[in-house]
Every structure is written in structure tokens, then in C-alpha cells.
């Protein structure tokens, strides 16, 4: 019998790459998305992929009813959460909005799963609810300091991961945090790929706009920070290299069940509950320029730029120490900067010829 497994945000940038390699490992999956940052399109790429159309629901998580009429018609053995906004910037202008959107309707999932017994759950958090005490972050731990987030949208994820502990403590969840840094690059097949409504808040999508003359230049926002160039440092993991991560997580949560079944026939323990918390980076970082360069190489001219000053909230240096997913996981990258570029490109070229 095959396992169902309800992926939040399925049609977003990650979740629909996470849609692809779910059902590759022979998983029934069904979506769940508002396409308040993606388009219905996406479910046909998808489809032509995988030769198979998930069901898909259209529904915003505040729609609590909606939520319990979904999962009163499936049985679900876990849930991989995706949906939720995440551009920083727009979360220091709009913060009701982020509060409402990623808590609140977190809140209505987590009920709903509780109601229907739906006990496992991979949780897409962020390197943003790190405690950064200085522009310069190299080697960012799981034990390192969580919390006084520097924005909104960091502030969310920090209080998901805190309802996952109740639900552990307390409701014996099987909970694994997964803790992104700069998720960059497309499906190989060139049909799936970064595409936010609107103007791209994060760095290669704009880079990928002004290489198909959609945008007029890239704007580098700063280039004096005390880094290998001045500009800023981001540890960008490849989005099939990040999936990859969540596929080895479920294994893990997969794992704990089996687990407490052997564990009830020696003892009934009263909670079984599992939490755990791992960084998916690469474990370096690329500054700006370099970005820059290795996508010149990629298109073939130079794509413009000029340094602006820097964006507010922005830091120097972020990048992660991946090696407890490498250890415990059995999990690390593959992809390099250039492919994940490559496979960018590809996409994009391919949504110009469309448009
Ligand atoms: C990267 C670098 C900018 C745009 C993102 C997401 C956040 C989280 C972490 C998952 C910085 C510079 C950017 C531009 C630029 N992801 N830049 N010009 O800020 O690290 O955060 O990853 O949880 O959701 O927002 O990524 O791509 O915005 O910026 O110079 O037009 O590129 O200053 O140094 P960031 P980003």
C-alpha cells in the first residue's frame, strides 16, 4: 500500500520539485496551494514530468473547514509543510500579513492533523531564525542560537518550530525541521523553476530576468562588506539537492515509527514523540559577483549591474555547517553553483519562449 503524504505549498518554487521526487520514490502525493505565489501551470508541468496529474486542492490554510473536508477524504501518513510567504523584505513592510498567513494557518493545519491523527511532519523552516549576533555567520550549527529573529518572516518560522515541540511533547509527533539556506537553480527538465509573481526579491531569479532582457540591470545592494569582494556571501544549495534532503528525512521520521512499534511490544512508552533539526546548505559561500560570473559564463555575455547601497536587514556573511544532515542523514550535495545555474537558464529560457 502505498504512502500518502499531503505536500503544503506543492505548487510553489521547492514544494513542486519536492512533488517530483516524492512520487518518483513512489509516493502518492496530494497538493495543497493558494497560488498566491505561483500559478495553476505549475500542476501541468508536473504532470508532464511525472506522467501523472496529483490531486490538487486550491485552498488557503486560514480555511480551516476547507482543511478538515480534505483530510476527512484522504489518510494521510504525514505532511511536508511548504506553504507560506517568504520574502523578507515584504515581511519588515507587511507583518500582519506574514503573521497571519505562516502562523496562523500553520496553527489550522497542525490542529487538523492532530484531529485525524496525522502524526509526522517535515517542516520547511530557515536559516533565518538563526540568532545572528554579527554581519558574519560562517558555519551556522543546529546548536548555534535560535530566536531574536532580525525579521518577520524569520520570526514565523521561529514560532512554527516552537509548535512542532508542543505537538512532540505533548501529542508524541514525529517532527523533522529542516533549516534552508539560499535555494537556488530548476527541474533539468527545464519545466520547473524559481517564478514569483511579480518583481524577484532573491538574487538569481533577477539575475535570470535581466539574462533574458525582461530587466534592465541588476542592482548590487552594497559592496562593502568585509567580504572576498565586498559583496554579500550566501551559502546557495541546489533545489534538487535540497528535496534530496527531505526524502532522507521522511526515511528518518519513516524509521522512528518502526521503531516505537518494535519499542510498544517492550514497553508502552507514554510519549514517543521524536523532534529533530537539520541544516540543508552546502557548507560555503558564493558572494554576489561570483553569482554574477558564473551566470556571464552560463548565458554567454555579461549581464549589467551596478552597486547600490545596501538593502536593510541584509548581512555580510551566512552560510551553513551542514555536516549532522551529512552524518546522520546520509545526505549531502551534489549539484554545484554552475549546474544549478545551467538548469536556471534553462528554465527561464524556456518561460521567455512561452511568453
Ligand atoms: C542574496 C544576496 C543580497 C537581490 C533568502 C530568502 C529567505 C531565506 C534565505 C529561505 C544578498 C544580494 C539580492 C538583488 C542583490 N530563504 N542581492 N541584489 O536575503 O539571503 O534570503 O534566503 O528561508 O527566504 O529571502 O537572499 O537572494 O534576497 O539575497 O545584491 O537584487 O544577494 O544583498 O547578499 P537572502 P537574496
Redesign the pocket.
Known sequence: MKKTILITGGLGYIGSHAVIEFVKSGYEVVIIDNLSNTNIGVLDNIAKIINYKPKFYEINLINKTGLKNIFSNHNFDGVIHFAGL???GESCKNIGLYHNNNIVGTINLFETMEKYGVRNIIFSS???VYKVNSEINTGLKETNLTGDTSNP?GTT?FVIEQLLKDYKNHKSWKVINLR????IGAHTSGLLGENPNGIP????P?IMKVATGELSE?????NDYDTVDG????DYIDVIDLVRGHLKAWELVENQNTKGKMEKKKVESKNNGFFETFNLGVGKGVS?LEMINIANKVVGKDIPYTIKSR?SG?LAI?YSDSSKANKILGWKTKISTMESIENSWKFYKKLKIKD
Do not use: E, M, Q
Open positions: 517568504k520574502a523578507v530557515s536559516a533565518t518572516y518560522k534552508y539556506f539560499n535555494p526579491n532573491n538574487l538569481l533577477y541588476i542592482g548590487v545592494f552594497g559583496t554579500g556571501v550566501r554576489v538593502r541584509d551566512v
